[in-house]
């Protein structure tokens, strides 16, 4: 896995009580713990990066709002991580030695956790293997890239669908990159108005709702 990198995505959460604790809604969830990305019932944005057998983490000292659109973002260049909300950096740890720590066998990312849940729209969640600057930041709050965009890792823009439509054929979410790493619907009805295809972001087409993941 990249040693730098950024995590960055559009959500609307409608009820961040779905969630039962503070980081208890990841948006961007590496299954090996290498980095867990996302909110919680306080409201707060925060971003876990393993080291080795030992974890550490940033939470952001404001809040998101509910029922509004916040773009929010996470770096890290090896010494240095940072949050980011709707395109300003918030928040900032330094470290003079620090690795992000992968396993040795591939493993799934989760986008959001269907466990514990996460009550909201999602829309542009997307992995770079840089720390991306906060001119870039935002830039991709308001840009789709192609996907030979240099160091894209992983890039989803849920428009495999239509919206509130009758979608339970849809097998796959696309992955907007060279990888094609498409991700997996898992807990969806795909065909009401509330775990489905919906209206996102007016610069984009469509999103998904509910508590999800995909791997």
Avoid at 49 to 73: F, Q, R
Wanted: proline share 3%; aromatic share 14%; charged share 15%.
């Amino acid at each position: 896995g990249p040693s730098s990198i950024t995590l960055e995505t559009w959500l609307y959460v409608t009820d961040f009580n779905t969630s039962p604790c503070a980081d208890c809604a990841p948006i961007i969830w590496n299954q090996q713990k290498s980095y867990r990305f996302g909110t919680g019932n306080t409201q707060h944005i925060y971003v876990s990066l393993l080291n080795g057998t030992s974890a550490v983490t940033l939470t952001s000292a404001g809040t998101i709002a509910a029922k509004k659109w916040h773009h929010i973002a996470a770096t890290f260049n090896g010494t240095k991580l940072k949050l980011y909300i709707d395109g300003t950096a918030t928040d900032s740890a330094s470290y003079s030695s620090f690795n992000i720590t992968y396993g040795t066998t591939t493993s799934d990312v989760w986008i959001a956790d269907p466990n514990t849940g996460y009550g909201g729209i999602l829309e542009e969640t997307r992995i770079w293997d840089y720390e991306r600057t906060a001119s870039q930041i935002k830039e991709g709050s308001y840009k789709h890239y192609s996907s030979a965009e240099t160091g894209l890792i992983l890039q989803y823009s849920y428009e495999d669908g239509t919206p509130y439509a009758n979608n339970t054929s849809v097998t796959k979410i696309a992955d907007n990159t060279s990888n094609k790493i498409n991700g997996v619907p898992y807990n969806f009805k795909m065909k009401d108005s509330t775990s489905n295809f919906v209206l996102g972001k007016s610069y984009c087409d469509t999103t998904v709702y509910g508590k999800f993941s995909v791997s």
